[in-house]
């Protein structure tokens, strides 16, 4: 078994078309393969205001799945860590044993979460799509937006974020990374407003975006929800929308936007049936699309196996080199 | 972060009596602080008939605590792999950010396993007890009889397996090894016949033992049944007993002999009001105990962090004699 740190993982994987199909079969697996994944485990350290999720999923007929661990410790900025963190663990099916441990601290989890978002806007949104609204300024707010720019024409950028320092840090970032004009906005409201596609990134406990603002044509994500207490879209949202689409539906209805929408369950769509090509979110240049994403197992074990046969692979080449 | 192999491990990590105090206070810790211990996350591979354990638990106010998975493979011996694996991730418990990965293949959960067998000796067992009695011939039947010895004088070995080739290996070992007097027996019965204390370490599906067989001081721990399908003692003689001691009594219920007898629950103690000395499961040298143990967090993490320290201690040493 072999230990790889976050450096080593970083130099191979980012957030690319290649990983973006990985991720997308990942979803589609979900609803054409065996799958099993069971609920998220959730450890809580109250004590430090802190708390360990660990997923993972098994697709039938894969030689490998992941155990993943994710940390969200939020008195970490005050000693100067990351809230985030987290490792994966590769295990093979056929004997359990481990194969690798991805001690990336978190970055394969923000990489298929971004990708995720690229899968939701490319199988939902309106295919000529210039104008990206991102709601947050932290790292999914930039990766976010970097995902839709590999499935969208994008050529502007709407940022919102309560603070304003950190907006002003983002302009600044976006502009000169990933060379897109940004727009510093007052309000949520104005995001919504002046973008053909709004991604929610924020750790939210009360809804952001309300039904009386939604415009023909406008395709949201909402990737903050991930807990009980969290929530972005207001529940008008939801039921004004032509479709709404969930990674999975029955984590949504826990732990993400469809939380409280009983009614709504039976409208909703899982994102591996778009993928799939089973069905359609989008019908028309005018629906109104919603997507929820909570984050699944599937990803993990798809990018842990996706990065794994990276390393592998390079640690083949310089064996061969040497 | 560092990673440590079961040679490593190995090297520093045996049972007894330290080990044996660290899986005590474990017990205690789970009724006298705040643990968090959530239910085990099971991951079911059935194409390869195939399972991994999650488990994990945290004690308040210590500095870290473990995360735990354990495979059981069970056509592994096919391709002459061991059936069950695992390791263990050390988590700092203030910033969630992992310690140290412990690649001990399942090492540390045998001895923790054999740890809690010595503890439920040592809490239910009459003082006086020599002779031992061991179901079943694996890894399991070698290190709960070499648990028994570190806490009772025991001076002769009586064991039952269900194939006499491994229980004649067994015996030669035993003998060898421990330099105690091993007898086969021919059936369960004899083995409970002659024991004061007898040990069940197998996954078996149906009763090994009847509640008819059973004399005045005899103390049985049955540490076999971890699983909603096992079952190691006929209900019987949990009612027949005058003490029933569960290392949880809600796990107990679930995976454990306490599946089935409902009515039993609200007399089960708990290890730890045992080790805590909240209560006592013997008051006289004619009653008749039963402990069963169905594995929990707090002994995973417990012995993790002993072994971690244990460790870095002894790299610590290394680097200050270089």
């Given at each position: 078994m072999q230990l790889y740190t976050r450096e080593e993982i970083e130099r191979l994987i980012r957030l690319d078309p290649p990983l973006i199909k990985v991720i997308e079969q990942a979803f589609t697996a979900l609803v054409t393969k065996k799958v099993t994944m069971p609920p998220i485990m959730r450890m809580d350290v109250p004590e430090h205001n802190g708390e360990v999720d660990i997923k993972s999923a098994y697709i039938e007929g894969e030689d490998s799945f992941a155990v993943k661990l994710s940390s969200g410790f939020f008195n970490n900025p005050s000693v100067g860590l990351p809230t985030s963190g987290g490792m994966m663990i590769l295990l093979d099916s056929r004997t359990g044993q481990p194969l690798a441990v991805l001690a990336d601290d978190g970055l394969l989890t923000d990489l298929r979460t971004?990708?995720?978002g690229a899968v939701a806007a490319a199988f939902c949104s309106r295919k000529v799509a210039g104008k990206a609204g991102i709601i947050g300024t932290g790292a999914q707010a930039r990766l976010q937006l970097k995902?839709?720019?590999?499935?969208?024409?994008?050529d502007h950028v709407y940022v919102y974020g309560r603070r304003k320092d950190q907006a002003a840090i983002y302009k600044k970032e976006v502009e000169n990374e990933q060379g897109l004009p940004v727009t510093i906005c007052s309000s949520v409201k104005q995001v919504v407003d002046e973008s053909d596609i709004v991604v929610t990134t924020t750790p939210s406990r009360e809804p952001l975006i309300y039904a009386e603002w939604l415009k023909p044509g406008l395709h949201i994500t909402a990737m903050g929800s991930d807990a009980e207490h969290k929530q972005e879209l207001?529940?008008?949202v939801l039921e004004k929308a032509d479709s709404i689409t969930c990674?999975?539906?029955?984590?949504?209805?826990?732990?993400?936007?469809l939380r409280g929408v009983p009614d709504l369950e039976n409208r909703a769509l899982e994102?591996?049936?778009?993928?799939?090509?089973?069905?359609q979110a989008r019908t028309s240049d005018e629906d109104i699309t919603i997507c929820d994403l909570t984050g699944t197992g599937v990803q993990d074990t798809a990018i842990a196996r996706f990065a794994w046969k990276a390393l592998k692979n390079k640690g083949d080449d310089l064996r061969e080199r040497s």
């Open positions: 971004a990708a995720a995902a839709l720019t590999l499935v969208r024409p994008i207001d529940h008008g990674d999975v539906i029955h984590q949504s209805r826990r732990l993400g936007e994102l591996g049936e778009l993928t799939s090509g089973r069905k």
